[in-house]
């Protein structure tokens, strides 16, 4: 089959080639798929680059990729199915994650088939087009998983969507909306328009307003873009309003290559239990898995709550400008991969 490989860590126009290699194996829990689409999304560049280098020790290998195919999210059709698979059949559609935890690895999904457990998969929406399914799993499941499964949100909050132009702010827009909350959404000119469309109440470019000054008052402030500070949104938070950050790093440029945002996000970790504004864990709010995200997700698809905006679609062999692309920040939604 055709599929993406690298040998080793680096830019994307570097270390990207296209080759003829094997099939995968099917595992006995397995499902191959027919790789109809996949996308690009900063995690793969993370996984790509190797960078912040802390990540190669956790995940992915420490002088080269363990795993020489990218790609982490998928749509198409079930081909085959290990002996112990029970959820999956041939000729079924699906979508999902390649694998069924969060890493910043390499997943197979930049090829013409796939292996990816049964755990990582759900039934596609028969409306709902390969290009969008594949939009939505990572971004989807980064989404659910910093809300407690959409759980922190409530019906009737006032909830602000920093970065609500990007991968996993459009998604989390559309969350918010479905929890019944009102939805500010921050991000820049040209995606205004794109992030009304999605169901936002209310829309600010911050080229041009800053919204802490605005007198406005947030139960929530999702800070996926993560260029905001606690200090900097404790004004703009209700008395007992919340401040939620991913630790996006924009491609190396906001933090260090060596830890990258980590420390950050261990700070936080820290303060957390002596600090209102950030989150606590709550036991009634189990952290989601890569199953149950993905069965909310169709859930989301199916009943039109969730509809994925799609920017572009390029070829297998393009990849690499896929990724330069998703670099300049100027995508209005999700950038797809079409073997």
Known sequence: MKAIVQDRYGPPEEV?????????????????????????????????????????????????????????????????????????????????????????????????????????LASKPEHVSFEQAASVPTSGFIALLNTGGGRRIRPGQNVLINGAGGGVGTIAVQIAKARGARVTGVDSTEKTEMVLSLGADHVVDYTREDFAQSGERYDLIFDVASNLSLRGCKRALTANGIYLVIGHDHFGDAQGRVLGSVPRMLG????????????????????????????????????????????????????????????????????????
Request: glycine share 8%; aromatic share 6%; with cysteine.
């Open 268 to 339: 936080l970790m820290a303060i957390s239990l002596f600090v209102s504004h950030l989150p606590k864990r709550d036991p009634s709010i189990p952290n989601p898995n890569i199953k149950d995200s993905m069965v909310h997700l169709a859930e989301l698809l199916e009943t039109g709550k969730l509809t994925p905006p799609i920017d572009r679609t390029y070829p297998l062999e393009e990849v690499a400008e896929a990724m330069l692309y998703l670099q300049t920040g100027r995508a209005c939604g999700k950038i797809i991969i079409a073997p």
């Open 16 to 120: 990207l080639e296209l080759r003829e290699i094997d099939e995968p194996q099917v595992g006995d829990d397995d499902v191959l798929v027919r790789v109809r689409a996949s996308c690009v999304h900063p995690d793969i560049w993370h996984a790509v680059t190797g960078r912040p280098y802390l990540l190669r020790l956790m995940f992915g290998g420490v002088l080269r990729p363990k795993d020489p195919v990218p790609g982490m999210d998928v749509a198409g059709v079930v081909e085959a199915v290990g002996k112990n698979v029970t959820r999956f059949a041939p000729g079924n559609e699906v979508f999902g994650a390649t694998r069924t935890e969060l890493a910043w690895r390499n997943g197979g999904a930049f090829a013409e088939h796939v292996s990816v457990p049964q755990d990582a």
